[in-house]
């Protein structure tokens, strides 16, 4: 049977996926000719990631979905207590990420390879996190949690569906941010050179 939460939980890994995809080619290219449109939409993107997921994507599966799964499948309680720390973690890189952006735009190069390489250990933890939580933690989720536990999850999943999966409106509030990292951002979240 599907559940609408497994698959909202992996629309929003692919389109972050994506994001951090196209983040990458855009660090590793630098700002070229453009710097000013550089760092507005790595901005506008870590932004992104520090309003939807971290807030909004990521208390739902630590607060609904992992203890649910810990209780029905103890065998992916290491797994859960990673991801819940990764939680923990992230919430702060990604702020921290974004300040070490604005060292690298305002006082320049002397800082860019201090944010490379936090953003680079940041980027392949989170592929990781979403890679061991699709892996072991949703399949457990799948084969023990009842039919009420997904009515309620499902529920409390559909409230905010992230955009970028190209499958759902915007909140009005966030619509100038999507389409900005829409248009600016390069293949394959945005339509932009980058």
């Known amino acids: 049977m599907k559940h609408r939460s497994l698959e909202i939980i992996r629309d929003e890994h692919s389109s972050l996926a994506a994001m951090l995809q196209s983040m990458r080619l855009m660090v590793d290219r630098g700002p070229q000719n453009d710097p000013r449109n550089f760092f507005d939409v790595l901005r506008a993107m870590l932004f992104y990631i520090d309003e939807f997921p971290e807030r909004l ?20 309680g290491m797994a859960i207590a990673r991801l819940d ?28 390879q201090r944010f490379i390489d936090a953003f680079h250990r940041y980027v392949n933890l989170y592929l990781e996190h979403m890679r061991l939580e699709e892996q072991e ?20 999943f559909e409230k905010n569906c992230d955009p970028l999966t190209g499958k759902y409106k915007p909140d009005p509030v966030y619509e100038k941010l999507f389409t ?8 394959p979240i945005g339509l932009g050179g980058g």
């Open 85 to 112: 720390r990764d939680h923990e973690y992230t919430e702060k890189a990604v702020r921290d990420i974004q300040h070490l952006l604005l060292a690298w735009e305002l006082l320049g190069e002397s800082r860019r």
């Open 57 to 76: 994507h990521h208390p739902k599966e630590t607060e609904l979905l992992f203890p649910r799964v810990a209780a029905a499948a103890p065998e992916v």
């Open 137 to 156: 933690v949703l399949p457990a989720a799948e084969r023990h949690l009842s039919e009420a536990d997904w009515r309620e999850l499902d529920a409390e």
């Open 180 to 187: 900005r990292i829409v248009r600016d951002a390069p293949a």
